[in-house]
């Protein structure tokens, strides 16, 4: 009995001095490559995560993905009486429905993609704290999953098309790059804002405002035209502007695009992309702390 507990402590302060190694799980840091490579690596849990998200999003709703429809819908329908037959702005002889919802879609796009992406650091920080993976995951599914409102909604801004007797032409083809302009502005945006969140919570706050704000500096619900020759310049800095008159130029017929604004547009929303890429991969050794 002695010679057995003996033994034991023998072993347990072996145990304690023994040079045992040590993991150190850390994010890529051989260049962009090498992040790009663990982004595939785990594509699975992008899926995952993906179809987790949308399952409870519309679980136990009542109308399910019809909500997806509602907010731009009934956001058209004010539109609609305060600029379309109040105000009258010009649209280029489309109906004005039409003409409002066809930057409304993406702009309930940009907005959802901005608020989801904002809040993922957060809402799973129980992610953050436990395992390692790609923390660009997060916001990416967050721009993802808002994408799938935004291919419900697009059904409905065709069908609206279809109702009111307004058939695309050839620009139909520029949507697709148009598509991926807006999801590229939406995750650089997102990148910023939900490393920003994690340090200042007053971001979250913050957002619905200064998306209020921008989108009356956004030619949603009239046309850039309406817009002061001396201010085109400065108004074209917005760069959501270039992107939702390239909408509506691929979807409307008589609809105009500036080149100037559409360039402004894809320079920023590619800045955007890479600079909230490596302001948000400088914090990903803080996250867990932060959150």
């Not at 997806?68 to 109040?86: H, S």
């Not at 697009?154 to 991926?180: D, I, K, S, T």
Request: glycine content about 4%; charged content about 10%; overall charge neutral.
């Amino acid at each position: 009995m002695q010679e057995s507990k003996v033994l034991s402590q023998t072993l347990a302060v072996a145990f304690e001095q023994a040079p045992w190694p040590e993991t150190l799980i850390q994010p890529a840091r051989d260049g962009l490559s090498q992040y790009v490579r663990e982004l595939r690596q785990y594509s699975s849990l992008i899926y995952l995560l993906l179809w987790r998200d949308i399952k409870l999003r519309y679980q136990q709703t009542l109308i399910g993905a019809t909500w997806a429809i509602l907010q731009p819908l009934f956001t058209m329908i004010i539109f609609n009486v305060l600029f379309g037959r109040l105000v009258k702005v010009p649209t280029g002889g489309q109906p004005y429905p039409v003409f409002a919802l066809s930057a409304l879609v993406p702009w309930t796009y940009f907005v959802h993609a901005l608020t989801l992406s904002t809040k993922c650091l957060l809402q799973h920080h129980d992610l953050l704290t436990k395992v390692y993976f790609p923390r660009l995951i997060l916001p990416l599914v967050a721009v993802l999953e808002a994408a799938v409102d935004f291919l419900i909604a697009f059904v409905l801004l065709l069908l609206m098309m279809l109702c009111y007797g307004v058939a695309p032409n050839w620009h139909l083809l520029m949507l697709p790059p148009l598509v991926l302009l807006l999801v590229i502005t939406a995750l650089g945006a997102g990148l910023w804002l939900a490393a920003l969140n994690l340090k200042y919570r007053d971001v979250m706050n913050a957002l619905p405002f200064m998306t209020q704000l921008l989108l009356f500096m956004t030619p949603v619900a009239y046309p850039s035209s309406l817009i002061p020759e001396a201010w085109r310049t400065v108004y074209a800095l917005n760069p959501l502007a270039g992107v939702m008159e390239g909408f509506r130029w691929a979807l409307l017929e008589n609809a105009e695009v500036s080149g100037f604004s559409l360039a402004i547009s894809i320079l920023a929303g590619v800045a955007l992309l890479v600079s909230g890429f490596f302001f948000f991969r400088s914090q990903e050794d803080y996250f867990a702390d932060e959150v």
